[in-house]
């Protein structure tokens, strides 16, 4: 046989997550410290103590690698696959999903807008006009959760800067994977999510019972640091995925439940097992909730603040499409109110765009991808595989080295959060504030600078002298 087989579309969910954050937890003392500054971030929003800065909606700008092998033509999925996803996702991150009504009563006054939408990118890292999706050929059959189809040097395709578009790479993925998807505060050259070519979009390939577009929408929720709703701890009833207004379940949920299921005591209600983070088909979810849109709120407004301030990648008014139509309907919102293509390439972006100078100017200095990037503290600091990550050199003054944070860097600019991602409050649509808020947003994050800086030490000194093997 010279053709690769395709393997079956697996018939239950499951995702690579936390098969990777428990590989990374285990090499690195840099991931072990930042999760745990995310997680005190993430603490303060839940218990109110911090609340969201942000009430506008923001877009996030999305390239999508095709990873395909050209033996498997059907790996090599079409623009209108991707743009079935897109919707999927603009729907489902603004609670704006008609099958939310197929939430149980109880629950539904938790069902929650995350005011997020998804667009391809419009520009490229070299500041040129793209239409946000590549193709890369690859004589792999199919890809596991080791991160290869992240790099061009083991068949997959590079990423473009991390910080300012979410990465997605459709490929073949074995072992019956759906997806899976890093956590904030990994590295940030394998930042992004991985989706199985069957499991992702509604159309073409994508194969039921998850060809609802359901696994980008639970992976992508992995990337705005949601656990699973079960807390990943088999059935024990003993961890949670640290929302309060998800009940504790005890495991799982997979094929088509139906309510109540109870675990862990939950009763009368049961399991939210119609949660995008449980392992319900694709037409089983349906909602994310209040407590889990705070956890992302934290997450954008900490480690992903960058995401907050990024429109430059957006900033081409029309998609100067590589080929074929855009399906209408498909389509993300602002795609398809596109004017005439622009023929002039990067002429194209109109001088009045708001940040289009300043971000073709951001995206010329960003690193190639696959090295670090920009001015990211954070992955400046990143240890190369197998370097000692000096997290404990760093145990008496400073969080500045081995923690990865840049947490010295002063109090405006990528600080709070330890994650090294600009973490900065201030960054947050500062611009348009009136003074006494950007005071108060300053003030907090001189606050929150003092707790994270006590989180970190307290992290370090519960990984001290504990270096990774190999
Ligand atoms: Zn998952």
Same mark, same amino acid.
């Not at 239950?12 to 840099?30: A, F, I, K, P, Y």
């Not at 159309?203 to 949601?226: C, K, N, Q, S, V």
């Given at each position: 046989?010279?053709?690769?087989?395709?393997?079956?579309?697996?018939?239950? %969910?499951?995702?690579?997550?936390?098969?990777?954050?428990?590989?990374?937890?285990?090499?690195?003392?840099?991931?072990?410290?930042?999760?745990?500054? #995310?997680?005190?971030?993430?603490?303060?929003?839940?218990?109110?103590?911090?609340?969201?800065?942000?009430?506008?909606?923001?877009?996030? *700008?999305?390239?999508?690698?095709?990873?395909?092998?050209?033996?498997?033509?059907?790996?090599? #999925?079409?623009? /209108?696959?991707?743009?079935?996803?897109?919707?999927?996702?603009?729907?489902?991150?603004?609670?704006?999903?008609?099958?939310?009504?197929?939430? *149980?009563?109880?629950?539904?006054?938790?069902?929650?807008?995350?005011?997020?939408?998804?667009? @391809?990118?419009?520009? %490229?890292?070299?500041?040129?006009?793209?239409? +946000?999706? #590549?193709?890369?050929?690859?004589?792999?059959?199919?890809?596991?959760?080791?991160?290869?189809?992240?790099? &061009?040097?083991?068949?997959?395709? $590079?990423?473009?800067? =991390?910080?300012?578009?979410?990465?997605?790479?459709?490929?073949? @993925?074995?072992?019956?994977?759906?997806?899976?998807?890093?956590?904030?505060?990994?590295?940030?050259?394998? $930042?992004?999510?991985?989706?199985?070519?069957?499991?992702?979009?509604?159309?073409?390939?994508?194969?039921?019972?998850?060809?609802?577009?359901?696994?980008?929408?639970?992976?992508?929720?992995?990337?705005?640091?949601?656990?699973?709703?079960?807390?990943? %701890?088999?059935?024990?009833?003993?961890?949670?995925?640290?929302?309060? $207004?998800?009940?504790?379940?005890?495991?799982?949920?997979?094929?088509?439940?139906?309510?109540?299921?109870?675990?862990?005591?939950?009763?009368?209600?049961?399991?939210?097992?119609?949660?995008?983070?449980?392992?319900?088909?694709?037409?089983?979810?349906?909602?994310?909730?209040?407590?889990?849109?705070?956890?992302?709120?934290?997450?954008?407004?900490?480690?992903?603040?960058?995401?907050?301030?990024?429109?430059?990648?957006?900033?081409?008014?029309?998609?100067?499409?590589?080929?074929?139509?855009?399906?209408?309907?498909?389509?993300?919102?602002?795609?398809?109110?596109?004017?005439?293509?622009?023929?002039?390439?990067?002429?194209?972006?109109?001088? &009045?765009?708001?940040?289009?100078?300043?971000?073709?100017?951001?995206?010329?200095?960003?690193?190639?991808?696959?090295?670090?990037?920009? *001015?990211? *503290?954070?992955?400046?600091?990143?240890?190369?595989?197998?370097?000692?990550?000096?997290?404990?050199? +760093?145990?008496? =003054?400073?969080?500045?080295?081995?923690?990865?944070?840049?947490?010295?860097?002063?109090?405006? =600019?990528?600080?709070? $959060?330890?994650?090294?991602?600009?973490?900065? /409050?201030?960054?947050? +649509?500062?611009?348009?504030?009136?003074?006494?808020?950007?005071?108060?947003?300053?003030? /907090?994050?001189?606050?929150?600078?003092?707790?994270?800086?006590?989180?970190?030490? =307290?992290?370090?000194?519960?990984?001290?002298?504990?270096?990774?093997?190999?």
């Amino acid at each position: 046989m010279t053709e690769p087989d395709l393997p079956q579309p697996p018939t239950r %969910d499951l995702c690579g997550t936390m098969l990777v954050h428990r590989r990374l937890l285990n090499e690195s003392m840099t991931y072990r410290a930042r999760r745990a500054a #995310i997680e005190n971030r993430a603490l303060q929003y839940e218990r109110g103590r911090r609340s969201p800065v942000r009430s506008e909606v923001v877009t996030v *700008p999305v390239v999508v690698h095709v990873v395909h092998n050209p033996a498997v033509p059907e790996q090599n #999925i079409g623009d /209108d696959q991707i743009h079935s996803q897109l919707a999927v996702l603009n729907r489902d991150f603004r609670a704006a999903n008609p099958d939310r009504e197929k939430v *149980p009563e109880v629950w539904r006054p938790l069902v929650a807008d995350a005011k997020i939408e998804f667009r @391809l990118a419009a520009v %490229d890292p070299e500041g040129e006009p793209t239409g +946000g999706i #590549i193709r890369v050929p690859t004589d792999r059959r199919s890809f596991g959760f080791d991160d290869a189809v992240k790099a &061009s040097a083991t068949g997959g395709s $590079d990423p473009w800067p =991390t910080d300012q578009y979410l990465n997605i790479w459709v490929c073949q @993925l074995g072992g019956g994977l759906l997806g899976y998807a890093q956590f904030p505060g990994g590295p940030p050259q394998t $930042d992004g999510v991985v989706v199985l070519h069957t499991a992702f979009g509604t159309t073409g390939t994508a194969a039921a019972p998850f060809d609802g577009g359901r696994t980008a929408t639970h992976e992508i929720g992995h990337w705005l640091d949601l656990y699973h709703i079960w807390g990943d %701890d088999d059935g024990a009833c003993t961890s949670d995925d640290k929302v309060a $207004d998800t009940p504790n379940q005890a495991d799982a949920n997979t094929g088509s439940p139906v309510f109540p299921h109870v675990s862990c005591g939950n009763g009368p209600h049961g399991d939210m097992f119609m949660n995008y983070m449980d392992y319900v088909d694709d037409d089983a979810m349906f909602m994310f909730t209040r407590g889990q849109v705070t956890r992302m709120n934290a997450c954008l407004e900490g480690v992903r603040a960058s995401f907050l301030v990024s429109s430059h990648a957006l900033a081409v008014p029309s998609r100067p499409a590589p080929a074929g139509p855009v399906p209408s309907g498909a389509a993300p919102a602002g795609l398809t109110s596109a004017g005439p293509v622009p023929s002039g390439g990067a002429a194209g972006v109109p001088a &009045s765009a708001p940040g289009a100078a300043a971000g073709a100017a951001g995206l010329h200095q960003a690193a190639a991808p696959g090295q670090d990037f920009g *001015p990211v *503290p954070g992955p400046a600091h990143w240890p190369a595989p197998g370097a000692a990550p000096g997290v404990t050199d +760093g145990a008496g =003054t400073g969080v500045t080295d081995g923690a990865g944070t840049g947490v010295t860097d002063g109090a405006g =600019t990528g600080v709070t $959060d330890g994650a090294g991602t600009g973490v900065t /409050d201030g960054a947050v +649509g500062q611009a348009a504030r009136p003074d006494g808020e950007v005071t108060r947003v300053l003030r /907090d994050s001189e606050r929150l600078v003092t707790e994270v800086l006590r989180d970190i030490r =307290t992290a370090i000194h519960l990984v001290g002298g504990d270096r990774p093997g190999g």
